[in-house]
């Protein structure tokens, strides 16, 4: 019998090329939980980095702080402070760091160190468009917190500022936690963080859907605002490798967090990530506000194009949306065009054209393809022709995609 391991190395070789392929030259890609990543950062992640340690400065476990329990570390330290320096430039923040590794991560490396079991945590509920994550069954249930729902009922699962305040007054939660799967819009911030702070709560800004937004100067700015801490991925509408960051101006708070991340929350942080996300805050620093300012833009004028086209989506009386993100209208898709947003999306994937299930669609990897507003009616009514009328477009979406080659804002 023959070694079955080459064959199957082969199969694996053929599989991640087709994938590269199909992900990143033959679809375009509209999901709003993912983005393309830098050449350069690219690069860094499948760099020597990829498989070194380093734990600069640490507590060993007699108590004594040394500078690294590694050698070889001369250049891997050197790149964590200069990437934890750019975030604190990008996010104007006084406090910075990339090592968490994704944004549920980060969430646990912001809210564990800083609150104890049986803490009351306000959250926006997932039916509400809040994230899974803080449901009861889940970060809650781990550290024995209890959830009570803020509630995020206005246009476009927006959050109305008195009934937030009302809550919160009501409530009296030990933390309030912000932040949303469905995210369209900027929250109250200011008469959240006053109502909060009146009860010495803290505030909490899970920016996981629109950090790329906020390094850019656009949606709000959580931390001139009120937010605490502010943490989330590293890879949705923030064009970085998959991780995490966080980031306060609080110093009492920051001196807890960052000594509660190694060997409490992980262990190492992954440098190739840290390079990679590094660099992407260097190009951010020099193109972000341009970036989210056309992010925002496309996605406006894609939610206008979808509805002149008799596609229902929500929050048409407020501009569909501020952030990277519109949403369909599912219960009015399902009336009108007697599909579900589920449906909908199997038929797009077949013609190549990527949306989730769940009725969300993004506009931040096709800005970084080069996409604009002149180009969203096109795209809108390929999304109509292949989703509603079940039409066969593949082939002329890979003839449109193919004109697009590299990335801007890289
Ligand atoms: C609001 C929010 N927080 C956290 C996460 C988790 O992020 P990650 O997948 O990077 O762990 C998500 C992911 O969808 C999210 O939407």
């Not at 109502?195 to 850019?216: K, P």
């Amino acid at each position: 019998m023959t070694d079955p391991l080459p064959n199957e190395e082969a199969r694996l070789a053929r599989l991640v090329r087709a994938h590269d392929r199909w992900r990143g030259r033959e679809v375009f890609n509209l999901l709003a939980s993912e983005n393309a990543v830098s050449p350069t950062a690219r690069k860094y992640l499948s760099s020597d980095l990829a498989g070194r340690y380093t734990l600069p400065l640490e507590t060993n476990f007699h108590g004594e702080t040394i500078d690294n329990s590694y050698t070889g570390t001369r250049y891997t330290d050197q790149i964590e402070t200069l990437a934890n320096a750019a975030a604190a430039r990008v996010f104007r923040a006084r406090f910075a760091t990339t090592r968490p590794l994704s944004g549920h991560i980060a969430a646990l490396s912001a809210l564990v160190p800083l609150l104890p079991p049986k803490s009351r945590i306000l959250a926006i509920a997932p039916d509400e468009g809040g994230y899974d994550g803080y449901a009861p069954g889940f970060i809650p249930s781990l550290f024995g917190y209890t959830v009570r729902p803020l509630p995020a009922d206005g246009p476009g699962l927006s959050v109305i500022a008195e009934h937030a305040v009302e809550t919160i007054r009501r409530e009296r939660p030990n933390a309030v936690v912000l932040g949303q799967s469905f995210f369209l819009f900027p929250y109250p911030l200011r008469e959240i963080a006053e109502a909060a702070h009146a009860l010495d709560a803290l505030v909490f800004y899970d920016a996981s859907h629109v950090l790329g937004l906020i390094a850019g100067g656009e949606f709000q700015d959580p931390i001139r605002e009120g937010a605490d801490v502010v943490y989330g991925s590293t890879h949705k509408s923030f064009p970085g490798p998959q991780g995490g960051l966080l980031y306060t101006d609080r110093e009492d708070l920051f001196a807890q967090l960052d000594p509660a991340l190694v060997w409490r929350i992980f262990d190492n942080a992954h440098w190739n990530r840290i390079a990679g996300l590094g660099q992407t805050l260097l190009e951010l620093e020099r193109c972000g506000a341009e970036y989210a300012r056309t992010v925002i833009a496309n996605a406006q004028a894609l939610g206008r194009s979808l509805t002149d086209l008799g596609v229902p989506l929500v929050a048409e009386e407020l501009g569909f949306t501020r952030s990277h993100q519109i949403h369909l209208d599912r219960p009015r898709l399902e009336k009108t065009a007697g599909v579900r947003s589920g449906e909908l999306a199997r038929r797009l994937e077949r013609q190549r054209l990527l949306i989730d299930l769940v009725g969300r669609i993004g506009t931040a990897e096709v800005t970084r393809l080069g996409l604009t507003p002149a180009e969203m009616p096109r795209m809108a009514e390929l999304i109509v022709r292949a989703g509603l009328r079940s039409e066969s477009v593949a082939k002329e979406v890979l003839a449109w995609r193919k004109t697009y080659r590299g990335l801007r804002f890289a």
